[in-house]
């Protein structure tokens, strides 16, 4: 079934007020994914383009919250400040009698914070309509798989990553950079052009950092942000770069190297892990970049 075609079936459910309360989209890309249930939420609150500025609607997604998966506390209402399901259904819809909330990349989600949405997944308020996406169902609750609607939602084809890629400006040899460093061509296209130009610098740097082992490298600066949570997406975007520029280069490595990348890749693999924790993204990457300076 294609994304049309998915929509349409969804549509008719709407109107034939045959509406689960919640669906489950499933698909290898999450870009895809995002853009489908975008759209899905307009039809179901009546508006086209920008739902996002609905006030009956709400998105829950890791990465605008600094996290790798959603935790409990985006569930339950349990600290001030935190965005959280729980706040988002206190009141009744304002602009008509449909609110739709959005959880991203549910299969990111802990059990506790799966166990916690059980509940709302079952009953939620009237006129609630609950939509997550996953990449991969194997992590997800039978118990929270049963109670959503599920959709699988194909890959754009080839030809047409092949035009919005034109259409970016994204040519070779960036194209295999960002695509090393996003681990698929759907995450390229969803790389805002200052996240680009940041990986392509960070790649030289990377390269340069490889062949000459200086004792510095600006691909391990202090990732820059207003906050705490975009300084988290940052360094998250740059971890996961150079993990996958480390695997592209691996094959080809000599024994030394591939030492010296076994190294690379657990201390990054660390890194990433601390970063969804309670760390300052500053000094998480001075104490990485410290520890590179180390010898095995």
Known sequence: ???????ERFERELVRDRAADAYLFVGRSRLALRRIVEEAAGRLLGVRGRVGEHPDYALFDPEQLGVKGLRVEHVAERRDGVPSVEAALRFRPV??????LVLLDADFMGADAQAALLKTAEEPPPGTVLMLTAADLSPLLPALRSRCRTYRVPAPPPEEIERKAAAAGIEEPLWSILLQASGGPEAVLALEPVERESLAEAYASFQTWLERDPREGAWLAPPEG?????????????LAAALGWMAALYPDSSADQALRLDRLGRLLSEAQGDLGRQISPAILFEDLAKNL???P
């Open 95 to 100: 602009a008509g009698d449909r609110r739709c």
């Open 293 to 295: 300076l180390e010898r």
């Open 1 to 7: 079934m294609g994304v049309s075609s998915i929509l």
């Open 226 to 238: 207003s906050g705490l949570a975009e300084q988290r997406l940052a360094g998250g975007l740059r």
